[in-house]
């Protein structure tokens, strides 16, 4: 019964947004969406600030023997997670929506402790320009949810991290199927869809993480606080190739 409500509904929901995807569809939203995320991401860290400060704490581990550290974004967005990294860290930004450039400057100018290498817009499926083995750290906050192949994100992060590179993570994913929330979740995803630019709140996305290869896999189950109810599992922590 709970099942046939949840698809019904999803149906209305999916009619009722039919408008937003022709925005969509024409590009309008591309343009619109980083500046809602921008806004956004202020309270977003505000309430993850401590998960965020102790998630990226152990970043200087994977510098090298001269002292150095080169850091890769996929997705970085408007750089919401510059202010996390250490003092003197190289940060590559990457994201496939170049209309996130200006909210990225701004976060880099205040962020001048870290030096900024350059953005590149690509997909964290193709990140066919940065070399293998060539970045310490790899990170990815809020982004496997709205791309469109885990798996080749997943193994572009292991191809472009050395070995014994770390891969840092922070996703909202699907909650338990007897929930409430994954009944909210499948109802709104398709109005999440859109308001999220491509966010899907119905991934599994440990699953892919565990299937990644990596050799070892720091991974916790949290309830992010005081955010909507869709996004509030989240899972966080880091895998070591
Ligand atoms: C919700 S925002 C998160 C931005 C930032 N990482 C943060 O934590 O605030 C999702 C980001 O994923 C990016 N994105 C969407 N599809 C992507 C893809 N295939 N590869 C890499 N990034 C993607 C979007 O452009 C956007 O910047």
Redesign the pocket.
Known sequence: MRSFLMGLCEVVVRVLTWPLYVMKAVGLYKRL??LL?YNI?FS?NAKMHEEKRNLFRNLWKYANTDGTLRLL??????G??FKFYPDGCTVVC????PH?KKYLQMSMHGSDHLTYENFLV????DLGHIGDESVDVVV????L????DVQR?LSEARRILRTGGGFYFMEHVVSEPSSWTFFFQHVLQPLWYFL????VITRATWEDLEAAGFSELHLRHIEAPQVPITIRPHIVGHAIK
Do not use: H, K, M, R
């Open positions: 969406f980083p995320a991401t977003y974004e996929i997705g970085c967005g408007s919401a997670n990457t994201d496939p929506n996130f690509a997909q964290g499926e990815c906050t809020l982004v949810c709205s791309v469109t994100v999220g630019d491509g966010c």
